[in-house]
C-alpha cells in the first residue's frame, strides 16, 4: 500500500485545517451600535468644532438622513441638549465639552468620546453619526444561508462530515487492492 506524496499533503493540510479555530478564517466584524448599559459598546471619537460645537447626522439603515428627527445629547444620564435634525438629517449642538456623550434619536443611538478643539486624535470624526431602526443587518454572507447557521449551531456534526468527505476518498484512493466498480 504506497501513498503518493501529493495524497499525504492533501490529507495533513485538511486535517489541520479542521483543528484550526473558526476564528482564524473569519471576517473581521462589522462596528455595531450597542445598548450603552451592556458591557460592551463602541465609542466613537468625534471632534468638537469652535464653541463646543457638535455636529451629526442621524440616517437609516440605507443611509438616508432622517429629517425632523428628536436628538437628545447625554452626559451621565442627564440630558444636556435637545435639537432636532434638518431636512438633511443634520443636528447641530452647542456649548458641549470633551467627555463621553451619548446621543440618541428614535430607534438609534451612538456612544461617542467627544473631545475639545484641538485635542481630538488624528483618526477622530468631523461629525457624529446615528443609525436608526432595528433592521439594520450587518454580516458577511447575506439573507437566506440558513445551512451556515446550522454549520455553527453543529460543529461536531459538520468536522464528521467533512473528516469522512475526505478521509473516504483518501482511503479508497490508497488502497491498492480496490477496483472501481467492483
Known amino acids: 500500500m ?10 495533513a493540510v485538511a486535517c489541520l485545517g479542521m483543528l484550526m479555530p473558526q476564528a482564524a478564517f473569519a471576517a473581521p466584524a462589522a462596528p455595531r451600535q450597542i445598548d450603552a448599559g451592556s458591557a460592551e459598546f463602541r465609542v466613537n471619537d468625534v471632534a468638537l468644532r469652535p464653541g463646543g460645537l457638535l455636529v451629526g447626522k442621524v440616517v437609516d439603515a440605507r443611509g438616508l438622513g432622517q429629517a425632523g428627527a428628536l436628538v437628545s445629547v447625554q452626559y451621565e444620564g442627564r ?12 443636528f ?3 456649548g458641549l465639552r470633551g467627555g463621553q456623550y451619548q446621543i440618541q434619536s428614535p430607534n438609534g443611538q451612538s456612544i461617542c468620546r467627544l473631545w475639545a478643539e484641538g485635542t481630538a486624535p ?13 433592521d439594520v443587518v450587518r454580516g458577511q454572507f447575506g439573507y437566506g444561508m440558513a445551512w451556515i447557521d446550522w454549520m455553527r449551531d453543529h460543529p461536531y ?9 475526505i478521509a473516504i476518498p483518501v482511503a479508497l484512493a490508497t488502497n491498492d487492492d480496490w477496483e472501481p466498480g467492483s
Do not use: C, M, W, Y
Open 122 to 134: 488624528p483618526a477622530a470624526k468631523q461629525a457624529a453619526v446615528v443609525v436608526t431602526g432595528q
Open 157 to 165: 456534526l459538520t468536522a464528521g462530515t467533512v473528516a469522512a468527505a
Open 92 to 94: 447641530a449642538a452647542r
Open 79 to 90: 440630558e444636556i441638549v435637545r435639537t432636532t435634525t434638518d431636512a438633511n438629517g443634520v
Open 2 to 11: 504506497k501513498r503518493s506524496f501529493l495524497q499525504s499533503t492533501a490529507a
